[in-house]
């Protein structure tokens, strides 16, 4: 290749890329203090540290997505693209360090210049643009996709405010406070790229031209720029893209009206574009309807299909190959806007015949749904629909005729037709996005065995008659151990490498590696390393809540955790009865008899949704209930309960190395897959659990007598239900255990129990999420769990065949299903 200009040599050396011996590390991030953020090394605190050290390993992560990015370009490989309106990704840095290999060396270094790694990390403001499981599973994903060198990016919003930060009001209530997570300073993970912009309408009209064909004009015209993160693969110099983008004005503001004195409406419009990418909605399972959320959908759709559009171009190849040469994940119905954008591009600007810009569209995308709780399946007025996007609107009916063919196959079955809709009839009429998202789809998939299955029987029964079950698939959920293992839980995988005579990256790149542990379940010195892990782990934890809550925690008794966000489907009310029932029974006994009981601590965190009145009372009565039992002189040594505040991807990577046994507890059919349930079990967690999600399948792995399952299963459900309405037993009848724990609780044993009224009706009345139908055997199940625990040895052993039976759960595997199963996409890598 020619040099544009200058004498080759000295571009050669300049071009030779970053030492990374220690010596030019600190180099590097004393030159990052001094220059970039203008600061004297002699003041320097943990912060700065943390943010020239970023800047440091930011600059190597550059050079490597520069020369994937370009490599990518060359080559013109097949591309994936994960649209998800949500990435959880927690911490950078640390991450970053592993993945590059660099974290001895960063180590070392900034231990030089008087400083302690650990700390440095602990600087760092988690990026928690994601509510739960849907949004940590893009940012696993990423990080597989990029570690096994597939030419994937992510799609998604930049918004200006994460999840918001949890609370706990002194009556024991959630308060919510703003998470301004780039008000840190300039966050050193994202490069701004003022040149890549794009130009999204809203509202105007849409005119019919002849044929299919429309203009869409008018309205509201506002700015997507791209903000782009590095995604470094492990061990492999492939760093994929996160392109986040950042609603602005088309103008700054209105110099009219400016001029005029007008100052308010002069930046009117300016700060309505910018509202659209200023918050994450705090909802989750749970769609509302608003306007500015259908805004964040189209505008990020529009934005990722024009920038998908124009590299398709650039490649200079016929339309025709679009399907050839990228691929659209959706990751579940929110992205799903997209299928009429695309067409809208195809029949509007390249003209293509409608029949046609079908068959390419359903080519590109792929669909994935992550929940069958009704209240989460996304709908929209029609009404609202046409006047913000009447071009998509007259799409979106267009689709809906020409899907009229149904009528053909089933005919006669209006009930059937009126199913598969895509428009549910009422006032007002209402599109359904998960139908949209089935019909322009290759394919659907749910995310773990017994989900799909439902997803097949259930929500997408009728599609499956019409389309052929083919069309219907699973893909199993997975967890990154570069994040959930080697990070979260460093000792237990430098243990894991000796034992199995093995660098960390051989089993961090092939999981099923851990199977090899299996050979040292009965070596008593194994063993003895194994437990000591576990109990450093509990320290660690230990002194995170004693420093954090000033709060001393006894960490020679089982850890019992239970993390998620807070939902009636996920039964933390069933736990916490659980607890309160514990407790009273341990009351109950005489002062010799609570000698033999093996001490406990119980886990909570979590976030309930601002609006959801019943998920933020059971925080309030775990909380009010942890005050009386902890300070309860009689039982406080042997049963002791914590709520923590502010749940992250970072407290999760402290809490889930450290527990013994961890809560999975939905209602049977109700839990899609569940994620953490396979990082606590990866870190020697064994899980008490119902028959649901991604249980079932770790179950199949370990074996079912290293699981603790109670309850009944998703074909009892309906019926129970069923029951509960029309033949309901009183409580006291039904299960007197459960009876008892909700008089004391109304009794004001925990404080006002008035309040909690609300709370206790939910399973008095309907008992909709059947927890008297599940309270014996959970209690019976968390019984064996103790007597279980009382043989250590036992225990050990379990723990240690739990995660050697980790391997399916990898994200790797789960993304080498998206690849080749969907995605048609190949490994491909920079020199
Ligand atoms: C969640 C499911 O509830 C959880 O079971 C699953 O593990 C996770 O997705 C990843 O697949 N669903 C959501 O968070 C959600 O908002 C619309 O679904």
Not at 431 to 458: D, F, Q, W
Request: contains cysteine; proline residues 5%; aromatic residues 10%.
């Amino acid at each position: 290749e020619k040099w544009p200009k200058g004498d080759e040599k000295v571009w050669r050396t300049a071009l030779r890329g970053l030492d990374t011996d220690v010596p030019s590390i600190t180099k590097s991030v004393v030159n990052h203090v001094q220059t970039s953020l203008a600061r004297q090394a002699y003041n320097l605190d943990n912060l700065g540290a943390y943010q020239a050290a970023a800047l440091s390993v930011r600059d190597n992560l550059i050079l490597n997505w520069n020369d994937t990015q370009m490599h990518y370009t060359r080559k013109a490989p097949k591309r994936a693209y994960y649209l998800s309106l949500e990435f959880l990704m927690g911490r950078t840095l640390d991450n970053a360090l592993l993945n590059l290999g660099l974290k001895d060396k960063y180590q070392e270094g900034v231990h030089q210049l008087g400083f302690n790694l650990e700390d440095i990390l602990e600087q760092e403001r988690d990026a928690a643009l994601g509510n739960g499981g849907l949004g940590r599973l893009a940012a696993c994903y990423l990080d597989s996709s990029a570690s096994q060198e597939l030419p994937v990016w992510g799609y998604g919003l930049r918004y200006k405010y994460g999840i918001f930060q949890q609370l706990i009001g002194p009556d024991g209530s959630q308060l919510e406070a703003p998470d301004p997570w780039l008000q840190q300073g300039d966050n050193p993970w994202e490069l701004p790229r003022l040149d890549v912009t794009y130009e999204v309408r809203f509202y105007g009209h849409a005119e019919r031209l002849d044929g299919m064909k429309a203009i869409w004009s008018g309205g509201q015209e506002v700015v997507a720029m791209a903000y782009d993160t590095m995604i470094p693969g492990y061990d492999t110099k492939s760093t994929n893209n996160l392109r986040l983008w950042e609603s602005k004005p088309k103008r700054g503001f209105d110099l009219q009206s400016f001029n005029a004195g007008d100052y308010e409406r002069a930046v009117e419009s300016s700060n309505s574009a910018e509202a659209i990418t200023s918050v994450l909605y705090p909802n989750d399972h749970t769609t509302f309807g608003k306007e500015l959320r259908l805004k964040q959908q189209y505008f990020w759709t529009a934005a990722s299909l024009a920038d998908i559009m124009r590299r398709f171009k650039n490649l200079g190849k016929p339309i025709t190959e679009f399907p050839d040469y990228v691929a659209i994940q959706l990751n579940d119905t929110h992205p799903t806007l997209a299928i009429p954008e695309l067409m809208r591009i195809f029949i509007d600007e390249e003209d293509v015949p409608w029949d046609a810009a079908w068959q390419l569209v359903t080519n590109t995308f792929f669909f994935t749904n992550h929940t069958v709780l009704p209240e989460a399946l996304e709908k929209w007025p029609v009404p609202l629909m046409q006047s913000l996007l009447p071009r998509h609107m007259q799409i979106i009916f267009d689709i809906h005729y020409l899907h009229v063919a149904v009528e053909k196959k089933f005919p006669g079955d209006r009930d059937k037709f009126a199913r598969m809709s895509l428009i549910e009839e009422g006032y007002p009429q209402q599109v359904r996005m998960a139908n949209l998202a089935c019909i322009g789809s290759r394919k659907v998939n749910g995310v773990a065995e017994l989900h799909s299955e439902l997803v097949r029987t259930t929500i997408m029964k009728d599609f499956v008659d019409y389309y052929g079950i083919s069309k219907f698939a699973n893909v199993t959920n997975g967890i990154t151990p570069r994040r959930w293992l080697d990070q979260c839980n460093p000792g237990l995988s430098k243990l894991i490498s000796e034992t199995l005579k093995l660098p960390k990256a051989a089993f961090l790149k092939d999981l099923f590696k851990l199977e090899g542990l299996l050979k040292f379940v009965d070596d008593p010195i194994f063993q003895k390393k194994w437990a000591a892990i576990k109990q450093s782990n509990k320290e660690r934890l230990a002194h995170y809540v004693e420093t954090t809550l000033g709060l001393k925690i006894n960490t020679h008794a089982m850890f019992d955790v239970q993390i998620k966000r807070l939902h009636e489907y996920k039964r933390q009310t069933l736990n916490i009865m659980g607890v309160i029932h514990r407790y009273l029974t341990l009351k109950d006994m005489t002062p010799e008899q609570r000698k033999t009981v093996n001490p406990k601590v119980v886990f909570f965190a979590g976030k309930a949704a601002p609006g959801y009145y019943i998920a933020k009372l059971t925080i309030r009565l775990i909380v009010n209930a942890a005050r009386i039992i902890n300070s309860d002189p009689e039982t406080k040594d042997i049963l002791q309960l914590y709520f923590l505040p502010d749940y992250s991807v970072s407290l999760a990577e402290v809490l889930i190395p450290a527990s013994d046994i961890s809560q999975h507890i939905s209602t049977a059919g109700t839990e899609a897959s569940g994620t953490s349930n396979m990082k606590f079990c990866l870190n020697g967690g064994l899980l008490v659990g119902t028959v649901d999600g991604a249980n079932i399948e770790i179950a199949e792995e370990v074996g079912e007598n290293n699981v603790f399952f109670f309850g009944h299963l998703t074909p009892a459900v309906e019926d129970l239900r069923y029951q509960h309405m029309y033949h309901a037993v009183p409580i006291e009848q039904k299960c007197p255990p459960l009876a008892r724990v909700l008089n004391e609780v109304s009794a004001g044993r925990f404080g006002d129990g008035s309040v909690y009224e609300p709370l206790l009706n939910t399973i008095r009345q309907h008992d909709y999420y059947l927890l008297t139908e599940d309270f014996d055997s959970y209690i019976q199940a968390l019984q064996l769990v103790d007597e279980a625990y009382q043989d250590r040895t036992e225990w050990i052993k379990k723990s240690i065949r739990t995660s050697a039976k980790m391997g399916k759960f990898s994200s790797d595997r789960a993304i080498q299903d998206y690849a080749q199963e969907y995605w048609n996409i190949e490994s491909t890598k920079p020199e």
